[in-house]
């Protein structure tokens, strides 16, 4: 299945191999460079390459590109799906995934990864069970393996593969018990120019903490459940009570994950929680155009709208821009021509605008294009879908838990055509 | 200077010698933290693809060292480099043997593990015997182990095919969830063709795939979707495969006469056990297992149930832009085959500023399919707005888009070709050329209406510098001269001035239309061609070249000319056929979807073909197991498939009905569900020869089924009576059996007889009234009814243990009746197989509130034993369960929504005295249940 991976940095270095089976020469990289190349962003490099002798598959996470090399017929979501699932390992462990990160603790991921695989295919890439055989690192301990030559590498050998639950450990212990959730939501959206919405739905996430002792088993349960329109689960849920009974039943995984992720798409049902007015024109003589732009509250049901934030990418021929902000600062980053304007939190009594003329290049026609807004917001204690946690049981533990429900609603992809 | 740079040379030699010694002498010392020191710098060496194979001696003497970490990364170590040091790697050869029968199982899996990965061919009997001893470890995960080491041992030496085919055999037996999944992926890299292996464990692996971990089930699914094709017959084949959703009408008159001829179609029990244990992975997190399913469902599913899979495909939009970017290639094919699907998520692919260009380019593929008479304006007004993108790429694409959409949609295309004739006024020349390109397509299909976009487009010439663009205008003229016999010739004049300075695509046109002017109009243009052709003969092309002579010997006429010249003008102007826009996606479901083979549109290496479905079904019986391989061996816990909170405590549920398995003997299912799904397919379909087996293996089961339940005759409701129901009557009874979609759901039979003298049609039911948390599973439509004829269907309430009325309407072709379904309480429960001791304990746990006890004296002819038992079991759905004493009986069951344990004890005393006693979680049941089985007791 995968053969070898390369992690390649921006500027198109290789940082770290590592191969599962026999060794391939890193020239085969270079028909990726070549695609690199052509695709000027890095975005828009294909996935998927073929090369004369070999299957290219990478994924850009983090400013880095995962290359892996695959010689045979494979799902290639099976290797996105891991090659992401080896980014969010990184994360999990050094809590971010940069080149720098990785060249610090170059033998631990090796190690990791070495572990991930086995002749290319998949064999642990559970976060619990890796943690048990390589720890990830933390201050102390490094601070306490440079004075005793200790190891990172657990001295006991993993169990968690052995168990019917792999994503939980056992004998986990604690002297607080809690468990808290996070419900997360994100408005995609797309508005067209006279602020009517062409597209929207919700995005939605719960997002678990759970730090519980020995193998407590929970069963989440929602008020109105017959909202969730589409949902995906972690492994530890069990489909059958979600399709019986339409609560969340599961024995958790120790720490943090993600509990499921949901959907909710009717369109009436996505409130918007505010209005942008803007105007953005570009004037047939001379070299300038103006800029006027409004936002106010809509359906923010009674609640604060915080870190709002507009951002502009502005057609080529903009050079740079005059405005003033009545609230909040912007910025124009001239290689980018990208249009920032931080406002923070919406005040309904005075709505936040942003006004003033831009000045494009001279000589040039008139840029024909207006740019499109991405907004940016957050709404705390708020699940804008009306989604609500009912409760929250435990069993098969004696013990009391703490127990805690959060709401946050933020915009996802929010777009404001003009 | 020179000097310089070489002491500095000899100086970095030098450091990097002294490290490599320092390295030496870490290894050597013994102290492990040198040791480690040493390691940890020798691995992140192989990690940055530096070459440190000399000092495999220095390491290969740790394999044997006791720290683990030093072990560890010496295993990392000595499995990159013992390919090209193979006589050393063997030193290290009996640390792993030793390691292979340590007590410890992950040390054993651990040892396993890295023998497998050394790649030396002289070890290749050590590693069979090995794998063939772990193959048969008491260890599941050890065994693990032992099928990933398959494919490793395969590759390094293919002679050892055959018995690697032995082992794998061995291991696709095992029943346990941490094994499925790697021998399916060794069996798909060793011996893919091998089918027949899999039919043992075909049900076993249907049903234990829930549980495997997400990799497995890719695996997993994508062979059974294989498997599939080959075992088992086309759920379509009586539905015409390419017709779309309005020829629905021409499609059921052309059926009803297939249908005569072609035998019903009835599909396999397993194909059914396939589609339903699949489907609830399509909410799993992991985008390859819900791709996995999706393709599934795509290439197996009856057409009225691959629907369910586009929400979940829509849902991985979300994700990152790779796993985008494969979905919607993935859903760009299925749109073509099956458009309706999809419609409803339309917006779902509008299409975001912020989208990289290759995906914007996928999302407008599939809006594109998409788009029909309905949809075409929502969809033309969204393409307005990506017209004035600022990615030109991406304008260009959707510019070919609305041309397609044109081709497709006769009645948008005059609107098309209007918005795309604004375009050629655009100040983007891009944009212009594009629309040229397309426009050109367009006015092939009826060019005599449209001379004036002609005209305007010949006036294009002079500003438009893209050679595509001006080749396309030219093109145009050329073929249409006749419509714009003025402007022909002066284009003309123009383009020969300005020949010398084409590109080549545009001179190639240029003696096209020279050559098509001068057919139709040469009094004109005789001198014009010449000129053109003397230029052309000139050109440094070849091409070029080679075209004017042709064309000049083609077109004028001289001595030497042949026969061909007097047909020049048919052959330079007979009628074109217009082209056809299509998709590039069209036809790539021939490769299965989401493979990687699907995405490149070209055959990989390893890429097993998709086999066609057969034409008549193979025998289902290969299938079938002995009873003692029942799908879950006992002691394997299952964890998300059941609904049961409590069952990490034990399979105790399992095994009881294991038990009732090996009472009947042999028996046709895996487990007991798939054969009551049999059972379930008996009753419905009437019995055509391929049925013969099913029904035999039914008898034998109700057979079987009886002695767990001795139910005497069903009792029958009527539901409809003859006289309201106009001729249709309908009755019920409670099968008491369970029902197969949903174990939930109490079963309900229900019989429907004609007694009227015209056919009924299209049987169904509508507008179902439930109290919260009541569900029904209708029966699906019985299509006809003829006069005097009898059918029977099965539907499944879920009464949510309550016995409120299921109401709803059962609709004939003609008529609605309202009716209603209320079951006695006897009928919310199935029978469960305890023990005398179990039920003691049982009934020790359910004292106080959930006791009901109550005195009674027996009716004069139910003073025995079997009485007794007869008239309890008809009253309600319980088994017996077998007692020491003479004067008690005892009974035991399960609600059958919410699994509560109901207990019925009848103890007998003097002169027909008894005490009956009943206990029960819910109260409201027991109280119920009491009044019932009293009355029945006592009358």
């Known amino acids: 299945m995968i053969h070898s991976l390369f992690l390649i940095n921006h500027t198109g270095d290789i940082f770290l191999e590592k191969h599962w089976k026999s060794v391939i020469g890193r020239s085969v990289c270079d028909y990726f460079f070549e695609a690199r190349e052509k695709a000027v962003e890095p975005e828009n490099v294909p996935p998927v390459l073929q090369t004369p002798h070999h299957y290219l598959i990478s994924i850009y996470r983090g400013k880095l590109f995962f290359l892996s090399v695959i010689q045979t017929e494979v799902p290639p979501l099976f290797v996105i799906e891991f090659l992401h699932r080896v980014a969010d390992t990184i994360q999990d462990y050094f809590g971010e995934c940069s080149e720098g990160v990785i060249k610090d603790n170059v033998v631990t991921v090796y190690e990791l990864l070495e572990e991930m695989l086995d002749n290319g295919f998949p064999l642990a890439t559970e976060s619990n069970v890796l943690k048990e055989m390589i720890r990830p690192p933390t201050i102390l301990r490094s601070v306490v393996n440079t004075l005793t030559g200790a190891s990172n590498v657990g001295d006991t050998l993993p169990t968690g593969q052995l168990s019917n639950v792999p994503w939980r450990r056992v004998g986990v212990k604690y002297t607080n018990n809690e468990a808290y959730f996070d419900v997360i939501e994100e408005i995609d959206a797309i508005l067209d120019k006279s602020g009517t919405t062409v597209f929207a739905e919700i995005q939605g996430v719960i997002e678990a903490c759970v730090r519980l002792t020995g193998m407590p088993d929970l069963t989440l349960s929602f008020m109105n459940p017959r909202l969730l329109d589409d949902v995906s689960f972690h492994p530890c849920v069990r489909f059958k009570r979600w399709e019986s009974e339409r609560v969340l039943s599961f024995i958790p995984p120790d720490g943090n994950f993600t509990l499921m992720n949901y959907h909710v798409s009717s369109q009436n049902l996505v409130a918007i929680p505010v209005y942008v007015k803007q105007s953005i024109s570009f004037f047939e003589t001379g070299p300038c155009g103006r800029l006027d732009i409004t936002i106010g509250p809509k359906q923010t049901m009674g609640k604060t709208v915080e870190g709002l934030m507009v951002t502009i990418h502005m057609p080529k021929a903009v050079l740079s821009a005059n405005l003033t902000a009545t609230q909040g600062t912007y910025t124009y980053d001239l290689a980018t021509k990208v249009l920032v304007w931080d406002i923070g939190k919406l005040n309904p009594q005075k709505l936040p605008n942003l006004k003033g003329s831009l000045t494009t290049q001279a000589g040039t026609p008139k840029p024909e294009d207006n740019p499109s807004l991405n907004i940016d917001l957050k709404i705390q204690q708020l699940a804008i879908s009306g989604l609500k946690v009912s409760r929250l049981d435990m069993y098969g533990e004696k013990y009391k838990p703490f127990k805690g429900v959060k709401y946050l609603t933020k915009a996802g992809k929010f777009q404001v055509r003009t | ?939």
């Not at chain 2, 799908?631 to 049961?644: E, M, N, Q, S």
């Open chain 2, 1 to 939: 200077m020179f000097v310089a740079s070489v002491i500095i040379v000899f100086c970095l030699f030098l450091s990097a010698e002294k490290e490599a010694k320092t390295n030496y002498q870490m290894l050597d010392s013994n102290k492990d933290s040198l040791k480690l020191e040493a390691m940890k710098r020798i691995v992140a060496m192989i990690a940055r693809g530096k070459n440190a194979s000399d000092l495999f001696p220095a390491v290969v003497k740790n394999v044997a060292c006791k720290n683990i970490e030093v072990k560890k990364l010496v295993y990392v170590y000595l499995v990159r480099y013992a390919e090209e040091q193979q006589d050393l790697a063997l030193l290290s050869i009996s640390t792993f043997q030793r390691g292979l029968k340590d007590p410890n199982q992950l040390i054993r899996a651990s040892a396993l593990r890295v023998l497998s990965s050394i790649r030396v061919t002289i070890i290749v009997p050590i590693m069979m015997l090995a794998i063939k001893e772990a193959a048969s470890d008491m260890s599941p995960y050890v065994r693990k182990t032992a099928a990933h080491a398959i494919p490793k041992l395969y590759s390094l030496d293919p002679e050892q095919k055959d018995q690697l085919i032995e082992v794998i055999e061995k291991l696709l037996a095992d029943k346990t969830t941490l094994v499925a999944g790697s021998v399916v992926m060794a069996f798909e890299e060793v011996c893919p063709e091998r089918i027949d292996l899999i039919h043992k464990n075909y049900r076993k692996l249907c049903n234990l795939l829930i549980d495997v971990e997400e990799w497995g089930q890719v695996v997993i699914i994508n062979m059974l979707t294989r498997y599939a094709r080959t075992q088992f017959l086309n759920p379509n084949m009586n539905v015409n495969e390419d017709e779309d959703e309005d020829e629905e009408e021409k499609e059921k008159k052309a059926e009803t006469p297939a249908m005569a001829k072609r035998k019903p179609y009835v599909m396999d029990p397993d194909h059914r056990l396939l589609l339903r244990n699949t489907k609830p992975l399509l909410q799993s997190r992991n985008a390859a297992v819900v791709m996995a399913v999706a393709q599934l469902y795509f290439h197996l599913a009856p057409k009225a149930e691959v629907g369910v899979i586009a929400k979940a495909l829509v849902r991985l939009l979300r994700s990152h832009s790779e796993v985008q970017y494969v979905v919607l290639q993935n859903v760009a094919t299925m749109t073509i085959k099956r458009r309706g699907m999809f419609e409803p998520y339309l917006k779902s692919f509008y299409i975001r500023s912020t989208d990289p260009t290759q995906i914007k380019v996928l999302k407008l593929e599939v809006l594109t399919n998409l788009a029909n008479e309905t949809n075409i304006s929502t969809i033309l007004r969204e393409f307005q707005t990506y017209i004035k993108s600022m990615d030109k790429d991406f304008v260009a694409a959707t510019i070919q888009a609305i041309g397609r959409c044109a081709t497709n949609i006769g009645e948008v295309r005059d609107t098309c070709l209007n918005g795309l004739v604004q375009l050629l006024s655009n100040r983007d020349e891009l944009v212009v050329a594009e629309s040229v390109v397309v426009i050109k397509k367009l006015l092939q299909m009826q060019p005599e209406k449209h001379s004036d976009i002609i005209k305007h487009m010949a006036k294009l010439t002079d500003n438009i510098q893209v050679p595509m663009a001006r080749a396309s205008i030219l093109w145009l003229i050329g073929e249409y001269c006749e419509h714009v016999p003025k402007i022909a010739p002066d284009v003309l004049r123009k383009m020969a001035k300005s020949f010398t300075n084409e590109e080549d695509i545009v001179k190639l046109q240029i003696i096209n239309l020279a050559a098509k002017l001068y057919l139709t109009n040469s009094k004109q243009t005789k001198l014009l061609t010449q000129y053109v052709l003397n230029l052309a003969k000139y050109d440094q092309n070849y091409d070029i070249r080679d075209r004017a002579r042709f064309i000049r010997q083609l077109i004028v006429p001289t001595e030497k000319s042949g026969a061909l010249s007097k047909y020049a003008k048919k052959l330079f102007l007979a009628l074109k056929p217009a082209p056809v826009l299509e998709s590039p996606f069209k036809d790539r479901d021939h490769f299965q979807l989401g493979s990687l083979s699907h995405l490149l549109n070209a055959k990989a290496g390893g890429y097993q073909e998709l086999p066609d479905w057969p034409e008549a079904a193979p025998d289902p019986s290969v299938r079938n197991v002995e009873v003692k391989d029942s799908v879950r061996a006992v002691g394997t816990v299952t964890y998300r498939d059941t609904g049961a909170l409590w069952d990490l405590q034990g399979p105790k549920k399992l095994e009881g009905s294991e038990k009732s398995d090996s009472a009947s003997g042999s028996e046709s299912g895996s487990g007991s569900e798939e054969s009551y799904m049999l059972l379930f397919h008996a009753n419905v379909y009437q019995p055509s020869l391929y049925n013969w087996a099913l029904v035999s293996m039914t008898l034998h089961l109700v057979l079987c089924l009886q002695t767990i339940a001795p139910s005497s005759a069903l009792k029958n409701y009527e539901l409809l009576h003859r006289i309201t129901g106009e001729g249709l009557s309908v009755e019920y009874c409670f099968s008491r059996q369970p029902f197969s979609p949903d174990a939930n759901m109490v079963a309900v039979q229900m019989q429907f007889t004609n007694n009227a003298t015209a056919d009924t049609k299209n049987l169904h039911i509508e507008d179902v009234k439930l109290q919260s948390g009541m569900r029904v599973k209708e029966f699906s439509e019985i299509e006809l009814l003829p006069a005097g004829e009898t059918a029977t269907a099965v539907m499944g309430i879920d009464f949510c243990d309550s016995t409120q009325a299921a109401n709803f309407q059962l609709c004939t072709h003609t008529r609605k009746f309202f009716v209603s379904i209320q079951p006695p309480v006897g009928e919310l429960m199935r029978p469960v197989f305890l023990t005398e001791n179990e039920f003691k304990k049982e009934q020790g746990q359910l004292m106080g509130m959930n006791e009901i006890t109550e005195k009674l004296t027996l009716d004069m002819k139910c003073r025995n034993e079997h009485t007794i038992v007869q008239r309890v079991t008809t009253a309600a759905n319980l088994s017996r369960v077998p007692c020491g004493s003479d004067k008690e009986c005892r009974f035991a069951g399960r609600t059958v929504s919410s699994s509560s344990l109901v207990l019925v004890t009848v103890a007998t005393k003097e002169e027909g005295a008894a005490q009956l006693t009943v206990n029960c979680e819910k109260m409201v049941i027991g109280t119920m249940l009491v009044k019932d089985i009293l009355l029945a007791l006592t009358q």
